[in-house]
């Protein structure tokens, strides 16, 4: 069974703070996604990484992609409330997508 | 392109009741996913559309679970007798795909619908 690992669950930190959360696999995938939800809402995509070893950024946020296309983290740089969301990364196996079960980031002003 | 839309967003029923949900996709894309979700969780793949042809279901899905999409447009998830444990968020998504691998493509999701079974 393929599963992706997020760690970790819950952060909570202040306003101005860095960041690295994570989504860890034994897999290895052809791409990786980042979406970011927020309450209510279905969730958004962040960033599609693709080659192993690839970085994405995207303002101040920075994806990475593992060399062995088995992991990926995304660092926030002075994190900012409106940030606050639930970050899930997810990669694909057959005709859909594995899901990891989110981190849940609260940044506090 | 107003993006996926869903409705309702809200249904409250009593257990053993049927439900009906709807989702209107992007117009140009031709997949369709229907996902569950529960709080603190990531979604979890209920089935998937490749224009009107369901192609995959989930294993862990029961039969009471039932999707449609007839005309490769809208889609609609039926769930009869309902039990608490129904109770979750149900995402519809989309995208569009022409190649076998091209399930990495982006996903458009809509806004939910957040069933309570009481």
């Known amino acids: 069974t393929q599963l992706l690992e997020q760690s970790p669950q819950f952060l909570s930190i202040q306003e101005g703070e860095n960041l690295t959360v994570y989504c860890n696999s034994s897999?290895?995938?052809?791409?990786l996604q980042w979406y970011r939800q927020e309450p209510g809402e279905g969730p958004v995509l962040l960033v599609t990484?693709?080659?192993g070893g690839e970085v994405k950024k995207l303002k101040r946020l920075t994806f990475q992609f593992g060399d062995a296309r088995k992991d990926s983290s995304l660092h926030i740089t002075a994190a900012q409330p409106g940030d606050t969301g639930l970050y899930l990364c997810a990669a694909g196996s057959n005709y859909q997508l594995i899901w990891g079960a989110g981190t849940k980031l609260i940044i506090k002003p | 392109d107003t993006g996926v839309s869903q409705d309702p967003r809200h249904k409250i029923t009593k257990r053993g009741q049927n439900v009906t949900f709807r989702c209107d996709p992007i117009s140009e894309h031709n997949r369709l996913y229907w996902y569950r979700q529960t709080l603190g969780q990531g979604p979890e793949f209920l089935t998937y559309?490749?224009?009107?042809?369901?192609?995959?279901k989930s294993r862990l899905l029961s039969d009471r679970f039932s999707a449609e999409r007839p005309k490769g447009s809208f889609s609609t998830l039926e769930i009869q007798r309902t039990e608490q444990g129904d109770s979750a968020m149900y995402l519809c998504?989309?995208?569009?795909?022409?190649?076998?691998?091209?399930?990495?493509?982006?996903?458009?999701f809509g806004n939910g619908t957040r069933l309570t079974v009481t």
């Open positions: 559309f490749q224009n009107e042809a369901q192609l995959e």
């Open positions: 990484v693709v080659t």
């Open positions: 897999s290895v995938f052809s791409s």
């Open positions: 998504a989309s995208s569009f795909g022409q190649t076998a691998n091209s399930y990495n493509s982006p996903l458009h």
